[in-house]
Structures are given as C-alpha cells and as structure tokens.
C-alpha cells in the first residue's frame, strides 16, 4: 500500500530551527508538497518538490531525496504564528495525490 | 472575493436531512476536489472535477453526491448521513488535474456535524 509518514507532534521554542520528517513509500513518483494549515482554517501551499536537493524560501525551506524516499521542511527563527500543522503529500505515478496526516508544531516562548 | 470560498462554514444535521455544500473559485482554475478531514487521519480525497467532468470517485457512498454546473462552481449534495461523516469538508482547486506543481487552493471547509 501508499504510505505517508510524519511525527504526529512536535515542539519547539520561539527564535530556533525545527525540522519536521516525512518519509514515503508511494506507487511512483511525481513530486512532494508541503502545507501548511492553521487550526479552523485551509490548508496553503508552502512548497513543492520534484528533483532531489534544496528549496529555501525565505526562512522556510523543504529537502528532498527521491532514493531514500525522505523529505524534511525546515522552519527558522521560528514564530509563534508558526503554530500550525504541516501536511506532506506525495503525487504517486497515477497523478493522485497521497497525502499524510499531518504534524501538528507548537511553538512556545 | 478571491480564491475559494464555501458556504456554509458550520452546518448541523440530523441523518434525516438533506443539505448541500457549497464551493467557488475564483482563480480561473479547471479542476476542483472534494476532501474529507477528520481529526488526526489524513486528507480523503472524495472527488475530483476537469472541466467539469468527474474524473476520480474513491468509493464515496451515495449519500455524497457532487455536482459541478461549470468550472467555477462545485456542490455536495448530502443526504441520510450518519454520524461518522462529522467532519471538515474541504474544496479544493488546481491549474489543472495532476500535472506538474499544480498546488491546490483550499476554502476553509465547511465543519459539518450530524447528530
């Protein structure tokens, strides 16, 4: 079957770098996104990647290698704002989006 | 308004009901999706709409039954609930249907509670 793996909770403090982990295991692959959803609210795009390496934007930037089927999306100088749950999902090779449940990150001061 | 809007943000409903969800986006897109999310589980696509023809239907029951008059609009009709189907709907719209970086723009979902 497909499979999305995320930590379920994490926390961290006000002004450090946090990485949160998705691993995978999907039928293909054809890109990795990540969102991010305040509590009430949609889930907005953060990020997308399709090639192994590197994406930074701004403090925000999302790793990914396809052979070790792994990805992290890396927050700096974090902000209470911050507060959120991240959704990582993975488009498999019929196109379909799998997506994972999702990391819920508390920021503390 | 902008991107994606659903109507209503909250509805309560006894299974005896019949409600309709409500979903417009406003970017010129051409596909749309129907989600379900519950607490702690991931994003259950429902269906998904390409040029407002119905592409994917993953086993929904048929007491979900979409509707999607053209590419800006979106409904779900909702019928004989039970009480398992309390959730956040959310909608969903993309450039287009699973081709390359097509993210998706979400409404806020409509929080849904039958009783």
């Known amino acids: 079957g497909q499979n999305i793996d995320q930590p379920t909770e994490m926390t961290a403090t006000e002004g450090a770098i946090v990485q949160i982990n998705c691993t995978y295991q999907?039928?293909?692959?054809?890109?990795l996104f990540w969102y991010q959803q305040h509590a009430g609210e949609a889930p907005t795009f953060l990020s997308y990647?399709?090639l192994d390496g590197l994406e930074e934007k701004g403090r925000f930037s999302s790793f990914l290698s396809r052979s070790k089927g792994y990805s992290y999306l890396l927050l700096k100088e974090l902000q209470m704002k911050d507060s959120a749950s991240y959704l990582c999902?993975?488009?498999?090779?019929?196109?379909?989006?799998?997506w994972g449940a999702g990391t819920k990150l508390i920021i503390k001061p | 308004e902008t991107g994606v809007t659903q109507t209503p943000r909250h509805l309560v409903m006894g299974m005896t009901n019949k409600k309709s969800l409500k979903c417009e986006q406003h970017?010129?897109?051409?596909?749309m999706y129907w989600y379900k999310q519950s607490a702690k589980k991931p994003l259950e696509l429902m269906f998904v709409?390409?040029?407002?023809?119905?592409?994917e239907n993953n086993s929904v029951p048929s007491r979900f039954s979409p509707e999607c008059p053209n590419s800006s609009h979106l409904f779900l009709h909702l019928h004989t609930l039970q009480p398992e189907d309390s959730a956040l709907y959310l909608c969903?719209?993309?450039?287009?249907?699973?081709?390359?970086?097509?993210?998706?723009?979400f409404g806020p979902g409509t929080r849904l509670t039958v009783t």
């Open positions: 969903a719209s993309s450039q287009e249907r699973g081709t390359g970086r097509d993210e998706q723009y």
């Open positions: 970017l010129g897109h051409n596909a």
């Open positions: 709409y390409s040029l407002e023809e119905r592409v």
């Open positions: 999907t039928s293909g692959f054809n890109g």
């Open positions: 990647n399709v």
């Open positions: 999902a993975v488009r498999d090779s019929n196109y379909q989006l799998i």
